[in-house]
């Protein structure tokens, strides 16, 4: 299990939630999910936003680990990478056990 110090003393998850915060780039990574990479052109067909925007939110994603990027002849693919997650995922864990901690010990402190 990744814990808050595996995370690192810098800045911890909470680059991945600030990526995580916003609504196209969530949208982003659900069409990724499926683990097939896939270019700007596809991640932005059927959408609104331009292939200048989706770049944009699939540079945050990578700066932030959870896509990476190759390239294939002239276009960059771009794939989910599940290990940041899956490190957020398991601090909210840690903290949300530190809370049934301190939960249970201002109870018995009350009941007591």
Same mark, same amino acid.
């Given at each position: 299990?990744?814990? *808050?110090?595996?995370?690192?003393? #810098?800045?911890?998850?909470?680059?991945?939630?600030?990526a995580?915060?916003?609504?196209?780039?969530?949208? *982003?990574?659900?069409?990724?999910?499926?683990?097939?990479?896939r270019?700007?052109?596809?991640l932005?067909?059927?959408?609104?936003?331009?292939?200048q925007?989706?770049?944009?939110?699939?540079?945050?994603?990578?700066?932030? #680990? *959870?896509?990476?990027?190759?390239?294939v002849?002239?276009?960059?693919?771009?794939? @989910?990478?599940?290990?940041?997650?899956?490190?957020?995922?398991? @601090?909210?864990?840690?903290?949300?056990?530190?809370?049934?901690?301190?939960?249970?010990?201002?109870?018995?402190?009350?009941?007591?």
């Amino acid at each position: 299990m990744q814990t *808050l110090d595996a995370l690192g003393a #810098g800045a911890g998850p909470a680059p991945i939630f600030a990526a995580l915060g916003d609504r196209t780039r969530l949208s *982003l990574l659900a069409r990724l999910s499926d683990g097939e990479p896939r270019s700007i052109a596809a991640l932005s067909a059927d959408t609104d936003l331009t292939r200048q925007a989706v770049t944009k939110h699939l540079h945050v994603l990578e700066d932030v #680990g *959870l896509v990476s990027s190759i390239r294939v002849g002239r276009e960059s693919r771009f794939a @989910y990478r599940p290990e940041p997650l899956a490190a957020a995922r398991s @601090y909210l864990d840690e903290v949300s056990a530190r809370w049934d901690e301190a939960l249970a010990r201002l109870k018995s402190f009350v009941e007591g």
